[in-house]
Structures are given as structure tokens and as C-alpha cells.
């Protein structure tokens, strides 16, 4: 589960549609400052929001407020100290909110996915080795009835996993 690919995917992805969004309002000689900024912006934006939704710990989950709050101060004052660069700005702050919210619920899904298989796992450990609900021939019709494809699915993957070199 490499997020790397995920990362520049999030980034250059988010960079390129915000480009062709403000190439018609930008003069020229500042296309490529501005391309730059643009791209700098996405790529912090998807740090942030891969560490925050891979993360199961609370502090990182304030990575999100603090850096939806450094791009709101960082907005207020550019615009404040040039209004020339007026239209710039906005997409700076729609540039940095959509990159931080795709690549975080990206790495929650891949967070997601492994956390689901210990879960099923434990879960059909549980169920199959209860001697009570095994020893009782109705329990164990309705036990394999209900969770036996399930829990067969699982353990075949852990099968597999554990024999993949």
C-alpha cells in the first residue's frame, strides 16, 4: 500500500485542473509563478491530508483545522497586502481545500480497507472456534449458514497472504 502514487496523483491532478482554470486570467510572463504556486499549494495540501487520513491518532486529525487555518490567514494576508492578485487567491484556497479533502478521504479508504479485514478476521476466529456455538448442531447450521462464505473468503485470503512470497 504505497501512497506515493496516490499523492502525485491527488497533487498534479488538482494542479493541472486549477491551471486550466486560471491560464486565461493570467498575463504571460507569470504563468509559470503562478503554475508553481498552484502546484506548491496542492502538494502541502496532500501532505497534510494523507497524513490526517491515515492516521488513527487525534493529533493529526488537528493537522486538518490548523491547516485549514494557516491557508485562511495566508489568504486574508496576500490579499490584503496586493489586491492585484485579487482572482489568484481564491483559487489558491479552492486549490489547497480540494487537494486536503480528496487525498484525505483517499488515505481513510486505504486505512479503511486493512482495519476491515482484521475485523472480519477476529470476528470469524471468534465464530468458529466457540465451542458452544459449534457443539450445538442448530448453532452450527445457522453460524455456517450465515458467516460461512464470509469467513471462507477470509481465511482464503489469509491462505494466500501467508503463502505469497
Not at 503562478?34 to 499549494?41: C, G, H, K, Y
Not at 466457540?130 to 482464503?156: H, M, N, Q, Y
Request: aromatic share 10%.
Amino acid at each position: 500500500m504505497s501512497v506515493v502514487p496516490y499523492w502525485l496523483l491527488v497533487g498534479a491532478g488538482v494542479t493541472v485542473l486549477s491551471w486550466v482554470l486560471v491560464a486565461g486570467f493570467v498575463s504571460n510572463s507569470e504563468r509559470l509563478t503562478v503554475f508553481a504556486v498552484l502546484a506548491a499549494i496542492s502538494m502541502i495540501a496532500s501532505t497534510a491530508g494523507f497524513i490526517g487520513g491515515l492516521s488513527r491518532v487525534g493529533v493529526a486529525g488537528q493537522v486538518i483545522a490548523a491547516a485549514l487555518s494557516l491557508i485562511g490567514a495566508l489568504v486574508t494576508y496576500l490579499f490584503g497586502v496586493d489586491r492585484s492578485k485579487g482572482a489568484l487567491i481564491p483559487i489558491c484556497a479552492m486549490v489547497f481545500s480540494v487537494s486536503l479533502f480528496l487525498s484525505y478521504f483517499q488515505a481513510a479508504d486505504m486505512r479503511a480497507d486493512p482495519e476491515r479485514y482484521s475485523l472480519w478476521r477476529a470476528h470469524c476466529l471468534s465464530i468458529f472456534s466457540s465451542k458452544d456455538l459449534l457443539s450445538d448442531e442448530v448453532s452450527s447450521t445457522i453460524v455456517d449458514s450465515s458467516f460461512g462464505e464470509i469467513c471462507a473468503r477470509v481465511f482464503l485470503n489469509e491462505k494466500q497472504r501467508l503463502l505469497s512470497p
